[in-house]
């Protein structure tokens, strides 16, 4: 019979191919791929801690393993060229939590929306706390009162960074018990303001009605960026959005564009031949890698116009650099 013989080569094979692995170096062994990491789910009690902390609940996102607590500036009455915009359009803040992915400790990360007199007493409250700014910066132009974003971050276990965090922001207005009452739900909201089908068609997403706004919010699925040993996604800052107050015909878009550094340039000629105005070009995090560089811009005119620029940036990103995006010094 040959069968036997046949399944005795195979035995052969596969003990010489054992054996050559492990007279193979190390750098040639760490060419086979690893099983993925994937990172450990928050439990019932860390997530209860940052409710207590904060004194407010936050969300959780399974497929991420990251709780958020929204942090919006409720106390603010904003304007953008002397007219008034809602509060979800752009000027709500945010703190996440996710474990590393070895599940040995967790990262804090925010994104917090101050006046300028609170910048550096905010600072001072953080290093207090043992958290490090890791940004500060504009997002608009034209805004009444002038706005910046700090972005704070640290690592710890879960429970000891919601008590840091919160003892951070305590004194500011930022905390949650600081921030006056929820205001009655607008009568008016983005599923009545604009043409949401066609804006969805347009941008290829679906978004997410807030109060008056409309909102996207796209990650980076082609990219693992890993900071502190996190895994960085969507709801822990790395993500792509675009806002939408105002009406269909008549609207302001703003937003956020999370970039590698070779699609920097590119983005920026795709934006304004869009007739959209670029704010800012900064970083969100520290040690990120690869390093992630972040634009804001801004726009007013029809929603779907207003979109299509958007959805053109959209385009840019994970190709390939061209002329300008490979530009060397």
């Not at 996102?61 to 304007?79: G, I, S």
């Not at 302001?252 to 340039?265: C, F, K, P, R, T």
């Amino acid at each position: 019979m040959t069968t036997p013989i046949k399944n005795r080569r195979q035995f052969l094979q596969t003990t010489a191919l054992a054996s050559t692995a492990l007279l193979l170096p190390l750098n040639k062994l760490q060419a086979f791929p690893a099983p993925a990491e994937k990172t450990p789910a928050l439990t019932a009690d860390e997530m209860a801690a940052i409710d207590t902390a904060l004194g407010k609940k936050g969300s959780y996102k399974d497929a991420e393993q990251v709780y958020t607590t929204p942090l919006p500036r409720n106390d603010l009455k904003m304007k953008i060229k002397g007219e008034p915009v809602p509060i979800p359009f752009g000027f709500g803040g945010w703190v996440s939590f996710k474990k590393s992915v070895d599940g040995k400790s967790a990262m804090v990360m925010s994104d917090n929306v101050l006046l300028m007199e609170e910048v550096n007493p905010l600072i001072s409250a953080a290093h207090a706390n043992g958290l490090e700014i890791g940004a500060i910066h504009n997002h608009f132009f034209y805004e009444e009162p002038r706005i910046f974003y700090m972005h704070i971050h640290g690592t710890g276990t879960v429970e000891e960074l919601a008590k840091k965090y919160a003892d951070t922001i305590r004194d500011s207005k930022i905390f949650p018990a600081n921030q006056p009452p929820p205001a009655a739900p607008p009568t008016v909201t983005g599923k009545e303001n604009f043409d949401i089908p066609a804006l969805d068609a347009i941008v290829k997403y679906t978004g997410t009605v807030n109060g008056p706004t409309y909102k996207y919010t796209i990650g980076r699925a082609d990219l693992k960026v890993m900071t502190m040993g996190v895994e960085m996604s969507t709801n822990i800052g790395l993500n792509t959005w675009a806002s939408f107050a105002g009406k269909q015909d008549d609207a302001h878009i703003a937003g956020d564009i999370a970039m590698l550094q070779s699609e920097v340039n590119t983005v920026i000629e795709t934006l304004r031949s869009h007739n959209l105005e670029v704010v800012a070009v900064h970083n969100h995090m520290l040690g990120d890698d690869p390093h992630m560089i972040f634009l804001h811009y801004y726009g007013s005119g029809n929603a779907v116009t207003l979109a299509q620029g958007f959805r053109a940036a959209l385009d840019v990103l994970g190709k390939k650099p061209g002329k300008m995006g490979s530009m060397k010094m």
